[in-house]
Each structure stands twice: as structure tokens, then as C-alpha cells.
């Protein structure tokens, strides 16, 4: 693993940071995006903001050029991420189409399909969710229970339903995965297939979260139809494509390192400020934070490095998700120690210690250990798949 950057590298690095000091609609370093009490009006917002992003180059480095992207690697990908999260921009409201689908989508879709989906997802003039969750499966994909039917006319009916997709209400397009098989092995009778958000017998019911927010919905099915050149791969080998999709989705997590590197160093200051880093205590979990993050950092350079070299990360990438969700969890509760008296409020008035963001952070990030794949089933994973341990016993 070689930490040293490229002279290419550096002037990527400085080349996205020269156009975000131009280019941000607040100030670089110091400012903040703006705070929008109604969802659908932050996304209209996040939609046009990721549309300049794509159009400076900043967004898909790792496609190809035809599609919008830059053809870079892995490595400049995540440099582009980190000088966003420096300069604080917003999460993009199209990562679940840049990050996943579009991955999915070159390594599976048909030339038809790529030239006709990619280009929208860049410049968020199409927005995806992800459609794999259920209720009877969680993050057993395998136990998926969704169907898709063969229709009279060569295309397919869904029914079923999914939940906890992000950004549901909001997504003109979904990556579903169904059973077109139920008399296969569980995970050998799945098929992946684009499903179009807002035609008829698709129903998407936004669910109200602890932190009094709605990214997250269940989805319902009712005989849906769908065309099969929408269709993504093979009739029975979406558990191939889906294990493509995961992989992108757990390998590396640059975005999630600098936003915590940020929550450390307002955390380092609010002990100041509050008069509680001369605790002894209280500098011993701040230590600890310091040390878990930098980890989080070198795991995901070791990540990285592979994937430069170009060899496959594998199911070990489980082991960066686990490690980075239980991590924000230590450091939240450090977070919620330093608060003190103000912890469980959630104030918004100017000189609040916590000015409500640390109690929300707090709240939301108690669902790591739940999205992008339970805790419970990453350990599995790496026990099993890393390990060579037995195999758990299942239910007869």
C-alpha cells in the first residue's frame, strides 16, 4: 500500500479544489448549504446543484468518457470525494444512480440500456433508488419473496413489496431485483430489472424516521409491468448482478471517512469549548475517536490499493462497513458525553451548543449498523466467505 500521491493525483486534488472555491454556492470552508425544512425542496435543490457538479466533470470520474465521466480510477474517485466533503458539499441526491446502478449498468446492461440510462444519471436529470430491502428478508437477498411473472406480451408483472428505499418518493427509475424462478435455489431463481417510478401499480409510502425525516419508503408492487428490455442481465442471474452492486455499495467509503474526520475535529473543539477536554476521561474516548477514524482512513487505502492494481475486492469489503458503523456509534455517544446537560435536546436557536445537528447526527447514525447491509450479515459474510469458518446452521 503506497500512501504517496501521484504528481496526477495532486493536480486532480487542486484542480477540484480551485473549482469548488469558484463554483459553491456558499463559502468555501466555512459556509454551509442551505437548510430546508421541506424535503422536496432540498432535493430540487441537490438535483440542480449535482447538474453543475456533473457539468464541471466532478461526477462518475471513474466512467467512461462517453457516458460523462472522466475514466479515471478508484483512487481519483475518492480524492474528487474527499475535497466535496472538505468543502461541505451535500451528499449527491443521485448516489444511489452513480454509485450503484451505473456501476451495475456497465458491467451488465446492454449497450442499449447504458446509452440510454447513464447520461441522465450524471446531471440527476433522472434520479434512481434501490430496490433489493423487504420486510420478510431484510439483508437476505437471498429470501427475497418479490415476483416477477411472464405476461402475454413477453414482458413481466411484478408483485410485492420492498422497504427502506432512500429517496423513493423522489426516483424516476428503480434497480428491482424479483423471483422469476421460485422453483430454483433461493439465490439461483432472481432477476434484476429498471422499473419506471411513476407508471401504474407502483406505490411508494415515505416512512417518518426518529429523526422526524422521510428519505427512507416501502414500495408496493401491484402486477407492474415491465418491458423485458428492461430487463438487466441474464433471466435468473440477478444475484450476480446484485453481488456487483453490493460490492460497489460496501468496498470503500471515502464520503463516510471525511464526514467523520469533520465530526472529529468539531468534536475536538466542542470539548474545548464546553470546558470538558481536560477530563481525563473525557480526552481518552476523544483519543480513541481519533484513532478509529484514522483507521477507518488506512482500510480504506488498503482498499483502494487493490482495486488500483486491479484486483477484485471480494466479500472483505464487508469488513470496512462493519468497522465504519460500529465506529460512528462510539463516536456519537462521545459526541452526546461532551454535550453534557444539552444532549437530549434539540434546540435550533443561535449559541446552542449542539444547535440540534449532533442530536440528529446521533439519532440517524444509529440506523449504520442496519442500512447498506445488516452488522449481523456482514460478520457472516467475512466469518464464512474471509474466515473459512463453518457455515451457520440454517433452519431446516
Known amino acids: 500500500m503506497d500512501l504517496r500521491p501521484t504528481p496526477d493525483q495532486d493536480a486532480l486534488r487542486a484542480e477540484c479544489r480551485a473549482w469548488l472555491r469558484a463554483n459553491l454556492p456558499w463559502e468555501y470552508g466555512k459556509g454551509l448549504p442551505p437548510h430546508f425544512d421541506d424535503l422536496a425542496d432540498e432535493v430540487?435543490?441537490?438535483?440542480?446543484?449535482?447538474?453543475?457538479?456533473a457539468a464541471g466533470g466532478w461526477v462518475g470520474v471513474t466512467w467512461p468518457p462517453a457516458y460523462g465521466g472522466r475514466g479515471a480510477g478508484a483512487l481519483s474517485h475518492y480524492i474528487v470525494q474527499e475535497e466535496l466533503a472538505r468543502a461541505r458539499a451535500p451528499e449527491l441526491v443521485g448516489r444511489i444512480g452513480i454509485n450503484l446502478v451505473g456501476p451495475t449498468l456497465l458491467a451488465h446492461g446492454t449497450p442499449d440500456q447504458q446509452?440510454?440510462?447513464?447520461?441522465?444519471?450524471?446531471s440527476a436529470e433522472a434520479l434512481w433508488c434501490q430496490l433489493f430491502s423487504e420486510p420478510g428478508a431484510g439483508s437476505d437477498l437471498a429470501a427475497l419473496s418479490t415476483r416477477a411473472v411472464r405476461d402475454d406480451a413477453g414482458g413481466w408483472r411484478l408483485s410485492g413489496q420492498k422497504v427502506w428505499t432512500s429517496y423513493a418518493q423522489f426516483a424516476d427509475w428503480g434497480l428491482v431485483l424479483a423471483r422469476t424462478n421460485p422453483d430454483a435455489p433461493k439465490n439461483k431463481g432472481i432477476t434484476a430489472f429498471a422499473i419506471d417510478m411513476h407508471q401504474p401499480g407502483v406505490d411508494v409510502r415515505p416512512l417518518r424516521q426518529i429523526t422526524d425525516e422521510f428519505d427512507f419508503n416501502e414500495v408496493f408492487f401491484?402486477?407492474?409491468?415491465?418491458?423485458?428490455?428492461?430487463?438487466?442481465?441474464?433471466?435468473?442471474?440477478?444475484?450476480?448482478?446484485?453481488?456487483?452492486?453490493?460490492?460497489?455499495?460496501?468496498g470503500t467509503n471515502p464520503r463516510q471517512l471525511v464526514i467523520h474526520a469533520q465530526l472529529l475535529e468539531e468534536l475536538l473543539r466542542l470539548a474545548i469549548d464546553q470546558g470538558r477536554y481536560d477530563d481525563e476521561r473525557t480526552q481518552q474516548r476523544l483519543a480513541e475517536a481519533y484513532v478509529e477514524v484514522r483507521l477507518f482512513q488506512l482500510h480504506n487505502w488498503r482498499s483502494l490499493s487493490k482495486i488500483e492494481a486491479g484486483k477484485p475486492l471480494g466479500p472483505e469489503g464487508s469488513a470496512l462497513k462493519l468497522y465504519w458503523s460500529e465506529m460512528s456509534k462510539r463516536l456519537h455517544d462521545t459526541a452526546m458525553a461532551v454535550l453534557g446537560d444539552a444532549s437530549p435536546l434539540w434546540w435550533h436557536a443561535e449559541g446552542n451548543p449542539g444547535d440540534g445537528r449532533w442530536q440528529r447526527s446521533w439519532l440517524y447514525y444509529h440506523a449504520a449498523s442496519v442500512f447498506a447491509g445488516t452488522n449481523e450479515i456482514q460478520r457472516n459474510i467475512i466469518g464464512e466467505r474471509v474466515l473459512g469458518l463453518p457455515r451457520e446452521p440454517r433452519p431446516a
Do not use: K, Y
Open 115 to 122: 446509452a440510454r440510462w447513464l447520461p441522465q444519471i450524471l
Open 44 to 53: 430540487a435543490f441537490l438535483r440542480g446543484w449535482q447538474a453543475s457538479l
Open 222 to 250: 401491484d402486477d407492474a409491468v415491465v418491458p423485458d428490455d428492461q430487463r438487466i442481465g441474464a433471466v435468473d442471474d440477478g444475484w450476480r448482478v446484485s453481488s456487483s452492486t453490493l460490492t460497489h455499495e460496501r
